[in-house]
C-alpha cells in the first residue's frame, strides 16, 4: 500500500515544484509551499479517517505513502544545505522557521477541519 501511494505522490511532487520553479525566486519556496500542503492533508486525512474508523491499509496508502512522498524531509535538508553553503543566510533561517511554523499550523487546520 505505500509503495502505491507513493509513486503517484513523488511524481506530484516533482510536477508541482517545477511548475511552480520560475515563479518563485528559490526552488525550495515551491518546495516549502508543497510540504505545507501536505501537512494541511495530512490532518485533514488523519482526522476524517479516525472519524470513519481508521482504515489502516487506506492510511499506508495516503498517509505514509502518498503524502509522505508528495513531501519529503531530505529535499528540504539538500535545499537548506545548499542555501547556507551560498552564504544565503537569513533565508535559511526563514525557510526552517517558515517550513517548522507553517507545517505546524497546517496539520492543525488540517485536524480541526476534519474532526
Known amino acids: ?12 511532487r ?5 511548475h511552480f520553479e520560475p515563479m518563485v525566486p528559490r526552488k525550495h519556496w515551491a518546495t516549502l509551499a508543497v510540504n505545507v500542503g501536505a501537512c494541511f492533508l495530512l490532518g485533514l486525512i488523519t ?5 470513519c474508523g481508521d482504515d489502516q491499509r487506506l492510511s ?4 505514509t505513502g502518498f503524502l509522505g512522498s508528495l513531501s519529503t524531509f531530505s529535499t528540504v535538508m539538500v535545499e537548506l544545505l545548499q542555501a547556507w553553503l551560498s552564504h544565503q543566510r537569513r ?10 511554523a507553517l507545517g505546524v499550523a497546517a496539520l492543525m487546520l ?6
Open 14 to 18: 516533482f510536477r508541482v515544484v517545477n
Open 91 to 100: 533565508q535559511t533561517c526563514a525557510l526552517v522557521l517558515a517550513s517548522v
Open 47 to 51: 482526522a476524517l479517517l479516525r472519524g
Open 110 to 115: 488540517g485536524q480541526r477541519l476534519g474532526a
Open 60 to 63: 499506508l496508502l495516503i498517509c
Open 1 to 12: 500500500m505505500v509503495a502505491l501511494g507513493a509513486v503517484p505522490g513523488a511524481w506530484l
